[in-house]
């Protein structure tokens, strides 16, 4: 392996490079940005060695770290240039869709559809760490449709990276993630936006404010527009999560306007197991 | 001051009995909770000197750290028993209906209506921690009602702890933690359940369950005893707080059925500014 080109410079992608360019210092890293500002900061900051909004034909894999409503034309565009022997790998949050779109493609089989579960409220290249996607589990989805030797190197990439790789059907991976990651900023940014609608007094928020709501509404910090397009490319599972969701809340809110606090202790208490299900996790 | 009883020897007293030890040792504390399992591991922690049911008649200072519903009765009784010259707080998370109950007490004036703005999602006296309290908001209600002699012991107590102590009015108080703090509790308790309801397969939730899902649902492990009787002494501003929640879910909801990801995004970028909000409180 010897040269990779990122497409989308920004925390995934630039944790990606500065991870793998300690591991393998011989990799030549290139890549694009659609932001120029982004580019040059992914420049300086060493994410790539070089700029250039086309790979090299020599390039051994392809990363697309690009918002998710961008990435099915952009992954197309990528498997009509390239040659047969390199692979692209995409990170978006999102498969069922963009599995959807390449299934006929006559490079199908150059393609791994990926998804590292790592993350923070910032985005950008300023914002790419090094240490963002150790120890964490990057998905693979449909990963028998993609070349036996390809498939090889990136396994050899995210093994390198100390990834715990987890596969599954593209359609499952969006019924999933619609639950434990994007409704979870729906809530958060719905709960941002609740308490910035009552609170006229923008001082009185923080000052009031503990450790627990700044917990619960962190990732009303995202990015829209990464979050804007999980939403459209995974509407019918953010559909059915959000009314799921928005039906406990108000069964939540029948009870105590039922005066029902025992049964509220009941509810609450057969969810605080969640708490041991995550910290299993740790 | 030389003697302080707690009643209610959990994460909030217990936190409280420790840092003031530290900073004067020579106070003696004695307390007593209505679990005496969690008496006796506040005695062997150190957090009281001597576990007793009633104060000595010469204690300076009672402290009330009982779940919110408990409060009410608890204070009348604690004034009614009380001499002249002891002062009684309460660290209860709602303080509209407490203040009325005590509104005609004859020693109304030995009552300092208080909530520190701290906690974890852990609870007991085996969660409390010497520096839970240190520079957190100490929220103080209808100051005005509370012997000046007295008051000035209270600040001397909180201020030695580092706290930030702020006025209100009981009723802006509620109205205000419904938002910024029960609300929270409440969203991060149906997160937990929405996924919970969702996911046949224990495993496949922390898999894929990201550090934001983590921090999103991290209250949903809170005490049970703890919030429910919140949710019933600020029943009010819970309901306007959690409807006012549902139709923002609601609405975005919409959105999504809508395709209108422009709108979304918009009103994603609006609510990112609660993060500078928060980032000034730090």
Redesign the interface.
């Known amino acids: 392996m010897k040269k990779i080109h990122i497409i989308g410079l920004g925390l995934l992608g630039g944790s990606f490079a500065l991870a793998l360019k300690k591991i393998k210092p011989e990799i030549k890293f290139t890549g694009f940005d659609a932001d120029p500002k982004n580019q040059e900061d992914a420049l300086a900051l060493g994410i790539i060695d070089e700029g250039k909004s086309q790979p090299d034909e020599d390039t051994d894999v392809i990363i697309l770290a690009t918002p998710a ?1 961008t990435l099915g034309g952009l992954l197309t565009k990528t498997l009509d240039q390239i040659g047969p022997n390199t692979l692209v790998i995409d990170f978006g949050s999102t498969k069922e869709n963009l599995c959807k779109t390449v299934a006929d493609h006559p490079k199908r089989a150059q393609y791994l559809a990926g998804h590292p ?5 910032y985005s950008g290249p300023k914002a790419a760490k090094a240490d963002l996607l150790d120890q ?2 990057f ?1 693979i989805c449909e990963m028998e449709l993609t070349d036996v030797q390809l498939k090889g190197l990136a396994y050899e990439i995210f093994e390198a990276l100390n990834m715990k790789l ?1 596969f599954m059907d593209a359609e499952e991976h969006d019924r ?2 619609a ?3 994007h ?17 006229e007094d ?1 001082k ?19 990015s ?2 990464m ?3 999980i ?2 490319e995974n ?1 019918n599972n ?2 059915k ?6 039906s ?3 069964k ?2 029948d009870k ?2 039922e ?1 029902d ?2 049964g ?12 041991d ?2 910290d ?2 740790k």
């Open positions: 409503n579960i790592a993350g923070t409220e964490k589990v998905i987890r999933h993630l639950f434990v990651s409704l979870s900023h729906v809530s958060s940014f719905m709960l941002g936006k609740t308490v910035l609608d009552k609170m923008e009185s928020i923080f000052d009031m404010a503990g450790s627990g709501f700044a917990s619960t509404v962190r990732l009303a910090k995202s829209p527009a979050w804007a397009p939403m459209e509407k953010m559909l999560a959000l009314s799921l969701y928005i406990n809340l108000s939540f809110r105590i306007i005066d606090y025992e509220l202790a009941l509810e609450m208490q057969k969810i605080n197991k969640i708490g299900i995550l299993l996790g």
